[in-house]
């Protein structure tokens, strides 16, 4: 990534990025100097969407890190503004900046149900659970407007369709209408992502995100509706939130949360140096420990892409990691395997002149 100058505080005020510098496909940006000799007052950045209309939906992967082929994500951007989110670099694609273009230029794909609809119906479709908000949050703030993910979610629904929801949005709390019927046919289960209970840290790491009380809120209202719900631990950042391990676990299974998982803090591309600029100005004086501990796990480097690596890296700190959170999920009885979706309901989508929609 180009080199940025931090943008001031106050027009970035509840951002977590303090750079804006181009993505890995741009040439450079700068700031030019218009000829008048008075300063100018910018505006403070705020919130523009987009509209994309997708030819597709469903993307399909073959990772072996990962536990679902297929997923689908009805926004590009998330206004969350998580600053160690490892989606940023996919807005590179897009012409716009991983930093905070990421968190306040959102394109929003409102025809994703329909397109959503017309792909599960093809011949050649085959069911497997699909995964929302594997890339950014589906229950971002605006989804409280737009009700993307809850239109793919009534399609999911009217066709038995499983799927698995990853979010950290209460908004999720919205749905329970099509969660909890879907979830009595064993259709859904959704993953409510915990970094650290310190509110203050949350604030500053994850600034449009609902506080952590909130997620726990959120988790206990799902599980009390029916659904199962998985606290994620993740990313464990370690030097910083890597002591809230046991912590996290205690709070999430309190709440409700039948199982868990985690994953290491990732700094793919233009990741680490967004991050690192965080560090700088949020934690200085624990920065040089957190990179040292992050490259020890990646063979000296801030990150290592390897399948079977790049979500928990290598070496003691990791391994101890591990095992801490392994112990602590076995003893609070969050370490048994989720029961598998139930694909055996799927039906496609009745079409618009289909013989069967008259019976």
Same mark, same amino acid.
């Given at each position: 990534?180009?080199?940025?100058?931090? $943008?001031?505080?106050?027009?970035?005020?509840?951002? #977590?990025?303090?750079?804006? !510098? @181009?993505?890995?496909?741009?040439?450079?940006?700068?700031?030019?100097?218009? =000829?008048?000799?008075?300063?100018?007052?910018?505006?403070?950045?705020?919130?523009?969407? /987009?509209?994309?209309?997708?030819?597709?939906?469903?993307?399909?992967?073959?990772?072996?890190?990962?536990? +679902?082929?297929? *997923?689908?994500?009805?926004?590009?951007?998330?206004?969350? /503004?998580?600053?160690?989110? +490892?989606?940023?670099?996919?807005? !590179?694609?897009?012409?716009?900046?991983?930093?905070?273009?990421?968190?306040?230029?959102? $394109?929003?794909? @409102?025809?994703?149900?329909? %397109?959503?609809?017309?792909?599960?119906?093809?011949?050649?479709?085959? %069911?497997?659970?699909?995964?929302?908000?594997?890339?950014?949050?589906?229950?971002?703030?605006?989804?409280?407007?737009?009700?993307?993910?809850?239109?793919?979610?009534? %399609?999911?629904?009217?066709?038995?369709?499983?799927?698995? $929801?990853?979010?950290?949005?209460?908004?999720?709390?919205?749905?329970?209408?099509?969660? !909890?019927?879907?979830?009595?046919?064993?259709?859904?289960?959704? /993953?409510?992502?915990?970094?650290?209970?310190?509110?203050?840290?949350?604030?500053?790491?994850?600034?449009?995100?609902?506080?952590?009380?909130?997620?726990?809120?959120?988790?206990?209202?799902?599980?009390?509706?029916?659904?199962? %719900?998985?606290?994620?631990?993740?990313?464990?950042?370690? #030097?910083?939130?890597?002591?809230?391990?046991?912590?996290?676990?205690? !709070? =999430?299974?309190?709440? #409700?949360?039948?199982?868990?998982?985690?994953?290491?803090?990732?700094?793919?591309?233009?990741? *680490?140096?967004?991050?690192?600029?965080?560090?700088?100005?949020?934690?200085?004086?624990?920065?040089?420990? $957190?990179?040292?501990?992050?490259?020890?796990?990646? =063979?000296?480097?801030?990150?290592?892409?390897?399948?079977?690596?790049?979500?928990?890296?290598?070496?003691?700190?990791?391994?101890?990691? =591990?095992?801490?959170?392994?112990?602590?999920?076995?003893?609070?009885?969050?370490?048994?395997?989720?029961?598998?979706?139930?694909?055996?309901?799927?039906? @496609?989508?009745?079409? @618009?002149?289909?013989?069967?929609?008259?019976?």
């Amino acid at each position: 990534m180009t080199p940025s100058l931090p $943008i001031d505080k106050d027009r970035r005020r509840a951002r #977590g990025a303090a750079s804006n !510098a @181009p993505g890995r496909f741009e040439p450079s940006r700068s700031a030019d100097w218009d =000829g008048w000799d008075m300063p100018e007052e910018l505006p403070a950045l705020r919130t523009e969407v /987009g509209v994309e209309v997708p030819k597709s939906l469903i993307t399909y992967n073959r990772s072996p890190d990962l536990p +679902f082929d297929r *997923s689908i994500n009805p926004y590009r951007g998330c206004e969350h /503004g998580c600053i160690y989110c +490892f989606a940023r670099p996919s807005h !590179a694609y897009l012409g716009l900046s991983p930093g905070l273009d990421f968190e306040t230029r959102l $394109i929003a794909r @409102p025809a994703a149900p329909e %397109v959503l609809a017309r792909e599960l119906g093809a011949k050649s479709y085959r %069911v497997a659970p699909i995964a929302i908000g594997t890339n950014t949050d589906p229950y971002q703030p605006v989804e409280r407007d737009m009700s993307i993910t809850r239109g793919c979610l009534e %399609v999911l629904a009217e066709c038995d369709h499983p799927v698995a $929801i990853v979010t950290k949005g209460t908004l999720v709390e919205r749905d329970l209408d099509i969660l !909890a019927p879907m979830a009595e046919r064993g259709l859904v289960r959704v /993953g409510i992502s915990l970094t650290t209970l310190d509110a203050d840290l949350s604030r500053r790491m994850e600034p449009r995100a609902p506080t952590p009380a909130r997620r726990l809120a959120t988790i206990r209202r799902l599980s009390e509706a029916g659904v199962p %719900v998985r606290v994620m631990t993740s990313p464990i950042v370690p #030097g910083l939130t890597d002591h809230e391990v046991e912590a996290l676990l205690a !709070a =999430g299974r309190e709440a #409700g949360a039948s199982t868990a998982s985690w994953i290491m803090l990732r700094l793919p591309r233009e990741v *680490s140096e967004l991050w690192q600029e965080w560090l700088a100005e949020n934690v200085p004086g624990k920065a040089a420990r $957190i990179m040292a501990r992050l490259r020890e796990m990646h =063979g000296g480097k801030d990150y290592d892409a390897r399948w079977g690596h790049r979500m928990r890296g290598e070496g003691i700190h990791a391994e101890l990691i =591990g095992k801490r959170f392994k112990a602590a999920a076995h003893r609070l009885g969050l370490d048994a395997p989720s029961p598998p979706l139930d694909c055996g309901r799927f039906r @496609p989508p009745v079409r @618009p002149g289909d013989q069967l929609s008259l019976f």
